[in-house]
């Protein structure tokens, strides 16, 4: 059933995002929601050459395939320069010319680039966006209004294990603490936004840390090994139904909404369009489609550029 779940969460209401979000594209009613208003072919963007680049994981992949395809659609020739790496790596591209536009998130880019610690960040999505944006505008980049969806950090744990502890927040985990083991990546337990922050904000004590790979967090729920992981709040596994992730209700947790991050004077030169595609593919990005889109590659195996063109079809994008 996870396969045709998109065409349903594809219509989830937006307006919680509405201060980030961008107008274009919105859809007439049918009977199964709102569908995207499609692409149009514009004959003056023949011609008009533009890079699009990626980070070097899943869901990059997949949005660099949807914005690429998006704009083929629109009349651009584009060139995919996909698996570039880290941020770094995809950051040190863009401002060398090697890429056009690539997508990044939000809260990456201030910590990453701009030198704002995590314990600094706004926590409302809208005013990280704000300030990434206008660091960008210092270097000649223009970042893109932001996806509705937040790929942030989060805890987790499997639904039978939430339910057997009575929990739903992480503030609930507090009377439990000296029963939960919690796995993370290394890094986690030096991080404000992981083990540290868990602490600290939270208070919490746990009976035990445990470090796995990234690859192995799941796993480790589903063995019993550990009753809390992190997670990321649009991984593939989440798709699946099993898993719980908990409500951080102290807002430890800051946002990170993907952005397309482009040269400021290609975007001038390419013309309007490229703004509106952009606004039109990103309405449906919510947060349950992005876990739908992830697990079609990670657990389905399938590959990023088809699922990106079943998301633009899907959503009535494209044809």
């Known amino acids: 059933m996870r396969r045709y779940l998109l065409a349903v969460l594809v219509f989830v209401s937006l307006t919680a995002f509405a201060a980030c979000g961008d107008d274009e594209g919105a859809g007439e009613k049918s009977a199964s929601g709102t569908k995207l208003s499609p692409i149009q072919m514009n004959s003056a963007n023949e011609g008009k050459k533009v890079t699009i680049g990626s980070k070097n994981f899943t869901e990059e992949f997949i949005l660099g395939n949807i914005y690429s395809q998006a704009l083929e659609a629109a009349g ?3 060139k995919e320069e996909f698996n ?11 401002k060398r010319g090697q890429v056009d536009a690539y997508p990044e998130y939000t809260a990456t880019a201030l910590t990453s680039f701009f ?12 005013a990280v966006y704000e300030q990434a944006k206008a660091e960008y505008a210092k270097e000649g980049l223009t970042a893109l209004p932001p996806t509705p969806f937040s790929d942030a950090q989060a805890v987790g744990m499997t639904k ?8 739903k927040t992480i503030s609930d985990l507090k009377p439990k603490e000296n029963q939960i083991v919690f796995a993370g990546t290394p890094e986690c337990k030096q991080r404000v936004d992981c083990l540290l922050g868990l602490e600290q904000d939270y208070g919490l004590k746990f009976k035990k ?4 790979d990234i690859a192995q967090r799941y796993k480790a729920a589903d ?3 550990a009753q809390l992981i992190v997670v990321f709040t649009t991984d593939g596994q989440l798709a699946t139904g099993k898993y ?4 951080d209700d102290k807002h430890l947790f800051p946002p990170y909404n993907a952005t ?13 369009d490229v703004r509106k595609v952009v606004g039109q593919v990103q309405k449906g990005t919510t947060e349950a489609v992005m876990r739908e889109l992830n697990s079609r590659v990670d657990i389905d195996k399938q590959e990023p550029k088809d699922v990106a063109t079943q998301y633009l079809r899907e959503t009535g994008l494209v044809r």
């Open 76 to 78: 651009y020739t584009v």
């Open 84 to 94: 570039l790496g880290s941020e770094q790596i995809a950051n040190r591209a863009l």
């Open 115 to 126: 030198d704002v610690k995590i314990a600094d960040l706004p926590k409302s999505a809208s």
């Open 160 to 167: 039978t294990e939430a339910k057997r502890l009575g929990v």
């Open 209 to 212: 840390f445990i470090t796995v």
């Open 223 to 225: 063995d019993g090994q």
């Open 244 to 247: 719980q992730v908990l409500v």
């Open 260 to 272: 397309l991050v482009i040269d400021s004077k290609k975007l001038k030169s390419l013309g309007p």
